[in-house]
């Protein structure tokens, strides 16, 4: 089965300062992996997703993260954060190949709190 | 235009009733799904649907019973409502069945049962 595990609740960081929010994932097969993020009292919004390829994955809002196959890894990263980017982050994996489903199985999500 | 819609946004009910949670989607997408997110915001999915075709069923109790009439809309019936249902539940849809199609999610309903 496969799990996913954000390792921070709770990340706070004061505005224009680097900020990485932690994703590992436990899968005995490949999986596509995605950051969603979900501002208050909202939907989940697609940040970036890994399917294949380059390994460094932009997304929108000026986040990227990087996949790592030797540590199963899925890190976020923002170079300077806004207080517009306090809002909760999910990591998520699917699995590809026949018969998926595009059922996306979530981490416990990271809670990113942007101080002025 | 509002991609995915669900409504009611909230739903205030008393243990023992029925409602129901409607979500249309605009897309023209082929896969709906649910989605529970509980009070320590962890999600895990319900069901979902593939142009009117149940495809996951996940362990969820048999109060709880989707919908497809057509493949824009995914309804979700709950009957005899206990307290551990108050949660968002979260509707969503994706293009196609493959999993490299991205999910977008309605804004969520969230339950309160009193």
């Known amino acids: 089965a496969q799990s996913v595990t954000q390792l921070d609740s709770q990340v706070p960081v004061f505005e224009e300062a680097p900020v990485e929010l932690r994703c590992n994932y436990s899968s005995s097969v490949s999986v596509y992996l995605f950051w969603y993020v979900q501002y208050p009292n909202q939907g989940l919004q697609l940040l970036l997703k890994?399917?294949?390829?380059?390994?460094l994955v932009k997304g929108i809002n000026g986040f990227e993260a990087e996949f790592n196959k030797s540590q199963t890894s899925f890190h976020l990263r923002k170079p300077s954060v806004h207080i517009s980017d306090t809002a909760e982050y999910f990591c998520a994996v699917t699995l590809p190949g026949s018969g998926n489903t595009g059922k996306l199985i979530f981490g416990q999500g990271t809670t990113l709190q942007v101080k002025p | 235009d509002t991609a995915v819609s669900q409504t009611p946004k909230y739903l205030v009910t008393q243990m023992g009733n029925d409602k129901s949670i409607k979500c249309e989607q605009n897309?023209?997408?082929?896969?709906m799904y649910w989605y529970k997110q509980d009070s320590k915001k962890f999600l895990k999915i319900m069901f979902s649907y593939n142009n009117k075709e149940l495809i996951i069923n996940e362990t969820v109790p048999n109060r709880f019973s989707p919908k497809s009439p057509d493949k824009a809309h995914l309804n979700l019936h709950i009957n005899s409502l206990e307290l551990g249902d108050s949660a968002v539940y979260f509707c969503a849809s994706s293009l196609a069945r493959g999993a490299n199609t991205e999910a977008f999610f309605g804004q969520g309903t969230r339950l309160t049962v009193v």
């Open positions: 897309l023209g997408h082929d896969t």
């Open positions: 890994y399917l294949s390829g380059s390994t």
